[in-house]
T-cell receptor, first 114, second 110 residues
C-alpha cells in the first residue's frame, strides 16, 4: 500500500539559507500534518491542513510557512535557517479533519543546518 | 494545555519477561490516547489507540482516567519489540494534532 512520501530525505543547509520540504499524503487523504523532532526530543506539532486550508497551528516559527496544494501534497518552507532548526521533520496524513482518523507518518526529512 | 509524560527514557528487559511502559497525561477532559512505535530507521507507526481496546503484537493498554495513565504492557517481551515507543494524546479542542511524550527506548535482551 502507498505510504506518505517525503522529499528530500536528507537536507543540509547553511545558516540564513532557505529550505523547502515536500510531503505527499496517502491517496484520498485530505489532511496533512507537520511535526518537528529535535535531537532527543519528542515530535512537536507545527501545522496542519484540511482540504487545502490551514486547520490548526502549533509552535511554528514565523520564519516558516506551509501550504497544501490542489493535489493535496504539502510543502513546508523555511527561511533564514538557524542552527536550532536542525531536526527531523515528519509529515503525516489522515482521512478527515478530526474524529479519530489515524495519522499515518512519513519517513521524515532530516534537516541539518551548519 | 495538555501534556504527556513518559518517565522512563530507557527500559531494558530480558526476552520473555513482562514489560510495562508508563505514560501519564494531564488533561481535564476526555482525551484520546495512542501508542506509537518507531523501529530502528523506520517511520512512526500506530500501535494502539485506547478507543479500540484491542491487543496488537501482544501489547495492551488501558486508559485509567482516575490515575490519568495509559500504560503499555506486554506479558512476554520479544527481541523484535526493541524500539522507541511514544505515547500520544489528542483532544478535540486542539483539532487533531497529537501531543507526544518524550518517548521510551525499549531494549529486549536475548
Amino acid at each position: 500500500a502507498a505510504g506518505v512520501i517525503q522529499s528530500p530525505r536528507h537536507l543540509i543547509k547553511e545558516k540564513r539559507e532557505t529550505a523547502t520540504l515536500k510531503c505527499y499524503p496517502i491517496p484520498r487523504h485530505d489532511t496533512v500534518y507537520w511535526y518537528q523532532q529535535g535531537p532527543g526530543q519528542d515530535p512537536q506539532f507545527l501545522i496542519s491542513f484540511y482540504e487545502k486550508m490551514q486547520s490548526d497551528k502549533g509552535s511554528i516559527p514565523d520564519r516558516f510557512s506551509a501550504q497544501q496544494f490542489s493535489d493535496y501534497h504539502s510543502e513546508l518552507n523555511m527561511s533564514s535557517l538557524e542552527l536550532g532548526d536542525s531536526a527531523l521533520y515528519f509529515c503525516a496524513s489522515s482521512l478527515g479533519r478530526t474524529g479519530g482518523y489515524e495519522q499515518y507518518f512519513g519517513p521524515g526529512t532530516r534537516l541539518t543546518v551548519t | 494545555a495538555q501534556r504527556v509524560t513518559q518517565p522512563e527514557k530507557l527500559l531494558s528487559v530480558f526476552k520473555g519477561a513482562p514489560v510495562e511502559l508508563k505514560c501519564n497525561y494531564s488533561y481535564s477532559g476526555s482525551p484520546e490516547l495512542f501508542w506509537y512505535v518507531q523501529y530502528s530507521r523506520q517511520r512512526l507507526q500506530l500501535l494502539l489507540r485506547h478507543i479500540s481496546r484491542e491487543s496488537i503484537k501482544g501489547f495492551t493498554a488501558d486508559l485509567n482516567k482516575g490515575e490519568t495513565s495509559f500504560h503499555l504492557k506486554k506479558p512476554f517481551a520479544q527481541e523484535e519489540d526493541s524500539a522507541m515507543y511514544y505515547c500520544a494524546l489528542r483532544v478535540e479542542t486542539s483539532g487533531s494534532r497529537l501531543t507526544f511524550g518524550e518517548g521510551t527506548q525499549l531494549t529486549v535482551n536475548p
